[in-house]
């Protein structure tokens, strides 16, 4: 059973990690080992009972590892046409379809190097390449720690659900990215109040340049619209970011009760973020997220992760310049 340790620490360090703070994001990164630890060992297992089946099981996942680049990349530059066409131009549509270029921009020099065993590109790629080993490392765990958080209910006594607020179309009306985000606080907000508990809704957005009001406002129309009694509805109407969002949130939550719990919700593909920014605010909150159109994810979701990466840019990108330096190391 021995082979099966080190699954057994990286579970345990995972598990002690997430009892005191679910909202860290390097549950992700323990989360991940404690799964590749314990599929080396079951793997280890099959090998001693049979010597066919993992040589087998080794073909299969080399084969799709190979494969796999080309078909995000194709998948990647898909969604980014989609984005231009429904979304319009801009930096951030532009992400999964530069994504899926890259991809394929850096398999072809790639395979132009190795072809023409040319240093002077080879070497660079080979640094390119441990960095975007590194970074890939961090996605996955991004994305699987994303998937388990989404995941989870909290049970805990809520106080206050919090909705972050987003862009209002025509300068006044919620589009249906913020629609999905109230209505999911509205379910949380209805079932915290069908066990009796005194919670209140809080809309939390300020007033954009191109906005006739500030979008918490016209989120908590469309909240009493929708049923809910104008009186069980705060408004925090003064943030411009995230950030902001949470910490005027908090400020408000904090003047009606101290000792207070919380739910903010907001999209699926930006709980981790919001999750982690409520952290460092201080806020006691857990954060849950609303389904997103299909379309919007991938680009979204690498937007978060580099919204992510650049918030520990020292150690980051530290990592990056060093895998950079060993990877040039071999021009010398």
Known sequence: MIIFAPAGVFFLVFACSFLYDRRLVRNGVYLFFA????????LYKLASASETAPLVLLLTLWILLMLLPFVLAVFLIANGVTML???????ANLLSLAAGGGILLFIALKAIANSTRWELLGTPLDAVGFVLGYVSLLFVCFLL?????GRIRHRCAVDFVVVLGSGLIGGSRVPPLL???????????????AEGRETMLLTSGGQGPDEDLPEARAMADYLITAGVPADRILIEDKSRTTQENLRFSKALMQDRKTDYRALVVTNNFHVMRAAQIARKEKVEAQVIGAPTARYFW??????????LFLSHRILNLGICALLAVIGLLHLY
């Open 145 to 149: 720690y994303s998937f388990v958080y």
């Open 85 to 91: 066409r429904r979304e319009g131009r801009s930096l």
């Open 179 to 193: 629609a999905g985000r109230l209505d999911r606080g509205r379910a949380a907000f209805d079932a915290r109040r």
């Open 35 to 42: 799964l590749l630890s314990l599929s080396l060992g079951l």
């Open 298 to 307: 991938p680009s979204a979701t690498i937007r978060e992760f580099v919204a």
